[in-house]
């Protein structure tokens, strides 16, 4: 199920599926540590004797954002308990609490007395082993905690009659043991103080609503590294109060996604509400250290005991491309900060790390066909300098650039110049940007050429002439054999590539992929060059989605996260896909009515997103619902470019 909402500060991440569901919890890393591991922390509410949980059936549920910020609107209703429920929920901004305002309105009925319930289903450090949940007599709050992860949890009401007015902690997940959750169906939770090992833990507050009237309360959860820290945040949250902190944080990232005026052109509000909606949704994204997540979804772990909780370097790249480019330098510069530390002492970046910095799972072999492979994707080495350049170019950042000249662009450069098949002039082997395939690819050599005009430049600047030249040179090279040997007379396009088999000559790989985008996304060659025409053209006639949905997919027979059930289509439709098409129309566009066209696939996106403005990676072709992770990170930033570049686009065209 996507994550509709994610709520974040660059330390602390909680996201809320389509149920208004807590399924994710991250700290104090983004993307590192998941404290529930998608497992569900539920609300529930007993009225006059019966109970439900607020994910269940007879609940209708508008999840959404306040306007231009990161603090929910929440509404639930439920006709048969006569009862409405209204959220508002942020993680605040500075200090690392999750903190909730809650309403609660009696719709139909007499007077009553109804009673919330918060259940937490914690895994801290991502398991339930050697768990503690206890009640604080002290601080009236219940506490789990392992080693050096501990979180708060409290909860009142307004009528100033104290806190906690139920509590209980169990076990859950063991010997045939469902959770303390059940013990709060009855509307009565048992008081039991502490458990330890596989826990969880519900805490309960109760109103009492006339008929037609309605009350308000307060939960939060605060996250720390041991006991003090959390006894310090709760003696903040309980002195300002939670819709204060809630307001202020209301108010700073509001401030943040408007910082930058915008006119946009006739677009429509629904693409400025995702434009600024993409903004926030990249920024949950990023940790504090500058790491740059892909997607915090777990759900991908019910496929393959993996997330794409991880910095690839391309995606972050390209996110932090779409940041510059949007005026959000500041979250991209960290991202180029953090790439400085993590390249290898040879020049090249590995497939992807985690938050800390450290080398994240692979799949990609060290040795193939018995011998040593380098298990690489270019193109994220090639992607950071591109960026880069295009950060310095437009901000002029000479201090961020110093000391990363020779560790980062000369390093990457001269690799790329070292890592050339000599049989073709082109980059020598390595992954495909899909992860899925080993060889020569279009899309890598195209990033490649931009990564070395980039180290060209920066050498220029930097008044190393020499170097400058040699990293041009071998630029040019690569955009001549890619005429040679990657672009089809008979076809009048570029193909995906070349593949190795064995000690066998390479065989070409004829596919039409959009990916093929590269050739001028990055500049290879202009957008209206006649090779460039030939491929985008067959990018739109081949990997069209029809049947209603729409869209583009990455190309013919994707397998990855496919609708069986539609046969006659290239494969799901990707946001990322879609976008590039629309960056070539906005490219090549000489009047308005051709500017439309990129206009109509912006429409698009925006009619697409979730109801909240969420982005997933992929959509059902049928259904047109989100598959596979949601947000995508990339989904939200390739629209944010792309309405960028519309935009600028439309002002030179005085559209």
């Known amino acids: 199920m996507p994550r509709d909402l994610p709520l974040g500060n660059q330390k602390l991440l909680v996201s809320f599926d389509g149920n208004y569901v807590m399924r994710d919890i991250y700290y104090p890393y983004i993307g590192r540590e998941n404290h529930c591991v998608g497992h569900e922390f539920r609300v529930g509410i007993w009225v006059n004797g019966r109970f439900s949980w607020t994910d269940a059936p007879g609940w209708n549920r508008t999840l959404d954002y306040e306007k231009d910020t990161l603090v929910t609107n929440v509404t639930l209703r439920n006709e048969q308990l006569g009862v409405e429920l209204h959220f508002r929920d942020a993680v605040d901004f500075v200090i690392d ?5 809650i309403e609660v309105r009696r719709i139909s009925g007499g007077d009553t007395e109804i009673r919330l319930f918060f259940h937490h289903d914690f895994h801290l450090y991502g398991n339930d082993i050697g768990d503690t949940a206890y009640f604080d007599p002290e601080l009236g709050a219940v506490i789990h905690y392992k080693d050096r992860r501990y979180f708060l949890m409290d909860a009142g009401t307004d009528d100033g009659k104290g806190g906690i007015a139920q509590f209980a902690c169990g076990l859950k997940e063991f010997e045939g043991k469902e959770g303390t959750w ?13 458990s330890e090992g596989s826990v969880d833990s519900v805490i309960g507050i109760t109103f009492i609503i006339p008929a037609g009237a309605s009350r308000g309360g307060y939960y939060f959860m605060l996250a720390g590294t041991d006991y003090k820290s959390v006894e310090k945040l709760q003696s903040i949250v309980s002195t300002r109060g939670v819709e204060r902190l809630i307001d202020r944080t209301a108010a700073y990232w509001r401030l943040w996604a408007t910082k930058e005026k915008k006119d946009f052109n006739g677009l429509g509000a629904d693409i400025e509400r995702l434009y600024r909606r993409s903004l926030l949704s990249i920024i949950t994204n990023v940790d504090s ?3 740059v997540i892909a997607g915090n979804d777990t759900d991908l772990l019910r496929f393959n005991r993996d997330t794409y909780s991880y910095i690839w370097p391309r995606d972050g790249a390209l996110v932090a491309l779409a940041l510059d480019n949007a005026g959000y330098s500041e979250t991209a510069s960290r991202f180029y900060q953090l790439c400085s530390s993590l390249i290898s002492g040879k020049g090249y970046f590995l497939q992807k790390y985690n938050p800390d910095g450290t ?6 072999p060290w040795v193939l066909n018995g011998k040593p492979s380098l298990p690489i994707q270019e193109d994220e080495t090639a992607l950071v300098l591109h960026s880069l350049w295009n950060h310095f170019s437009r901000y002029r950042d000479v201090e961020l650039i110093k000391p990363m000249y020779r560790r980062l662009v000369k ?13 073709t002039g082109l980059p020598l082997d390595s992954y495909d940007l899909w992860e899925e395939r080993r060889g020569i690819w279009t899309f890598t050599c195209s990033a490649v050429y931009a990564g070395l005009k980039a180290a060209s430049n920066f050498c220029t600047s930097f008044g190393e002439e020499e170097n400058a030249s040699k990293y041009a040179s071998a630029a040019a090279s690569i955009r001549d054999a ?10 009048g396009r570029f193909i995906r590539g070349l593949q190795f088999s064995g000690d066998e000559p390479r065989v070409r790989d004829d596919n039409v992929d959009a990916s093929l985008a590269g050739i001028f996304y990055f500049g290879v060659f202009p957008p209206d060059d006649p090779m460039v025409a030939g491929t985008m053209n067959a990018v739109r006639e081949k990997l069209w989605v029809g049947g209603g949905v729409g869209g ?3 190309y013919a027979g994707d397998w990855y996260q496919r609708n069986s059930a539609y046969r006659d289509i290239p494969g799901n439709p990707w946001f990322i896909c879609t976008l590039w098409l629309a960056d070539w129309y906005t490219a090549t566009a000489s009047d308005a009515p051709l500017l439309a066209r990129s206009a109509e696939l912006l429409q698009w996106t925006a009619k697409h997103a979730l109801s909240s403005g969420i982005l997933a990676e992929q959509l059902d072709p049928g259904s047109g619902s989100p598959v596979s992770v949601s947000p995508l990170t990339w989904s939200h930033a390739a629209f944010v470019d792309a309405v960028d570049r519309y935009l600028a686009k439309a002002a030179g065209l005085k559209v």
Not at 359 to 364: K, L, N, Q
Not at 482 to 491: A, D, G, N
């Open 97 to 101: 609490a999750f903190v909730r305002r």
């Open 359 to 364: 080398f994240a799972s692979s799949w990609h």
């Open 411 to 423: 390093n990457a450069a001269d690799f790329m110049c070292s890592y050339i098949d000599q049989g």
């Open 289 to 291: 250290g500058g790491g």
């Open 182 to 194: 059940k013990d709060a169906e009855d509307g009565i939770l048992s008081g039991n103080t502490i």
């Open 482 to 491: 890619m005429v040679r040997h990657l672009y089809s007379s008979e076809e």
């Open 552 to 554: 583009i997919a990455r």
